[in-house]
């Protein structure tokens, strides 16, 4: 059973950063396409930002473009999800989820189901 930890969460100021961080427990995420999601309070789980194992193209949502960018870090070990210029619409709790089928490679997709395990989620919180 492969467990995600994400980590990086907390209170920032409208226009600040934040930089969350996805971690394998005892197992490196180089080979497995990552996506990045979150939930709003009272609305459903979104993707945000994802990539393919290969790492050639990352997808984000446009809400988010030019502001996040999704990475691998520490040899590919771990995945991060840099948050720049951030809004008070980006509040939320920020899952990571990894596909272990090998199926997304050059690409990745936002669909929920195509995701094997997730973490617990942090929160990020965003005031104006």
């Known amino acids: 059973q492969l467990q995600l930890v994400e980590s990086g969460g907390g209170l920032v100021q409208s226009g600040g950063s934040l930089r969350l961080s996805c971690t394998g427990s005892?197992?490196?995420?180089?080979?497995?396409?990552i996506g990045w999601f979150r939930q709003a309070p009272g609305k459903e789980r979104e993707g945000v930002a994802c990539?393919?194992?290969?790492?050639?193209?990352?997808s984000y949502i446009d809400s988010v473009k030019g502001r996040f960018t999704i990475g691998r870090a520490n040899a590919k070990a771990t995945a991060y999800l840099q948050m720049n210029d951030l809004k008070p619409e980006d509040t939320g709790v920020y899952y990571c989820?990894?596909?272990?089928?090998?199926?997304?490679?050059?690409?990745?997709?936002?669909?929920?189901?195509?995701?094997?395990?997730w973490g617990q989620g942090t929160q990020v919180t965003v005031s104006s």
């Open positions: 005892g197992f490196s995420l180089g080979e497995y396409a």
């Open positions: 990539v393919g194992s290969s790492d050639r193209n990352a």
């Open positions: 989820a990894l596909e272990d089928g090998f199926l997304l490679f050059n690409y990745c997709v936002f669909d929920q189901v195509e995701y094997d395990y």
